[in-house]
């Protein structure tokens, strides 16, 4: 089939998600065909560096052999059960490794990450009803959040272009002053700053925690608000003031887990342990739809009971599938065997030092946290991303710009001649967009 009847047939059958569908009319959608490492190969044969691997998912590069064989290997078993009532060894392994990483336990699963932020607004409910607490009944988040598109979740998520228009449909959260430095004020550091924003998480607690059953919250990096970064005595404070007041704190590592930050998760910057940790994306290395929510003991017993109605009764067709936990434990092995966090520690370096040439450009805040870059380009054009992006994909760079920031969240796997065309490319696309 020639590229262009697929093209054709795809906005005909299919409706591509985060997308105005009417600007296909001039923009026209790439036809992928293959994958290696950190490239993507369209039909006609053109090389695409993936350096938003996929949307932040693909931590180990495409066609990954080991994750591949992983798959190949439980698909010639079981390739799937339901999860009540039975399960099966790669999601006994998974939850068990898991609970070992985070500190947590009790693994519940789910497809994506939006499913997985419901089930921890949903587990903190439940638990403050089963506690007869049922007037703790309401979340908070951080102004700028983005805990996914289901509206429970939009409900913590903060996003207008995202939220405003089904402002109806949600339950309205209340939001806590954002951390992000690029808010503090001239001369403000970034630490006094979030202690700033702490004080006045601190003081609607104090206020209002007898209604308040969690805060959820994306631990040192705002991502879908164009990598907002913090600083981690923010979370410390966070964790302090939560439990000072009875309230969960629910850290949404779907971004920012598996190594993204510098840590193998976020949340060990400030040495605290939340009450429920949400865990997608990079969790299969970009191969299977898998997300998880793990919590307390303390959380898991206020369920357990002879009473169903006191149960946890939420339940995916999908919960647990053992394709996805085999393409996870094959994921955590490589950050075993390969001592990924370390040699994340070199690129980034690596990368930070190659970014320098950037600076002559007309941008601003130009940040980093472990495999995250950032900066926001002093620009009046409005339509910055989209030039940009059409600018980068047609030298052969994936790079979508949230508004004004350029960021890159490569898979860990880019190496030193893939970093020079990285930022090269970023520059004469930037060049030629402002
Ligand atoms: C992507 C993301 C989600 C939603 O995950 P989906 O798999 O897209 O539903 C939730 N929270 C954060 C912090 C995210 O980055």
Redesign the pocket.
Known sequence: MSNEALLKRSLQAVWHPCTQMKQHEHLPLVPMQSGEGVWLKDADGKRYLDAVSSW?VNIFGHNNPRIKDAIKQQLDTLEHVMLAGFTHAPVVELSEKLAVLTGLGHAFYAS???SA?EIALKMSFHYWRNSEKEAKNKFISLQNS????TLG?LGVTDVAIFKDTYAALLTQSAKMPSPDFRLAETGESAEDFALRCAKELEDYLAQHHHELAAFII?PLVQ??AGMGMYHPVYLKRAREICSQYGVHLIA?E??VGFGRTGTMFACEQSDIKPDFICL??GITGGYLPL?AVLTTDDVYAAFYDDSTAKAFLHSHSYTGNPLACSAALATLAIFETDDVINKNKQTAAIINDKMKVLTDLPIKHLRNQGMIFAFDVKTEQTTFANTFYQQSLEHGLLLRPIGKTVYFMPPYVINETEIDFLVQTTKLSIEASL
Not at 146 to 149: A, D, I, L, M, T
């Open positions: 932040w994506d990450g939006a932020t983005y805990h996914g598109e979740s994306e991502c879908a949404d779907i971004a997608s994306k997300s």
